[in-house]
């Protein structure tokens, strides 16, 4: 007997694993870390702009076709849903990097806009990897 996963699960799954992710590294990890590695130190800082850049994507290419069931011609909401979401995602998270400079909340840094536009990058990679079921709607009988 075979398992057929629908493509929602999966994409859901991947959203829910980087964002817990996130949260370890953000939460337990980094303030818990007192080792002298620098490049343990340096992944531990760009780790939270890295895990949101695979997982918000992951999150929107689930929600773009619900927002325009009815046009399903639309190729950006439904062929080409991973692009948009991934520039609905680095924008926003780029946006976020930006104005934490004119914030007291935060703190800008460069590497964090690398590992967000790496992040978006293995995205990307994710998608092309992906099988063609898990990037298609399953369609209702």
């Not at 590992?115 to 990679?125: K, M, N, R, S, Y």
């Amino acid at each position: 007997m075979k398992i057929k996963l629908k493509p929602v699960y999966f994409w859901f799954t991947i959203f829910a694993l980087t964002f817990m992710a996130y949260q370890i590294v953000q939460d337990n990890i980094r303030p818990n870390y007192h080792g002298k590695n620098s490049v343990i130190a340096y992944l531990l800082g760009v780790a939270p702009n890295f895990f949101p850049a695979i997982g918000i994507p992951a999150l929107f290419v689930v929600l773009l076709p619900e927002f325009n069931k009815r046009n399903t011609a639309n190729k950006w909401l439904n062929n080409k849903k991973h692009i948009t979401a991934n520039l609905i995602s680095i924008i926003g998270l780029l946006l976020w990097e930006f104005l934490q400079t004119t914030t007291t909340r935060g703190r800008f840094d460069w590497n964090d806009v690398l590992w967000t536009c790496i992040g978006a990058a293995v995205f990307q990679l994710m998608w092309t990897a992906t099988p063609v079921e898990f990037k298609e709607e399953t369609k209702k009988a």
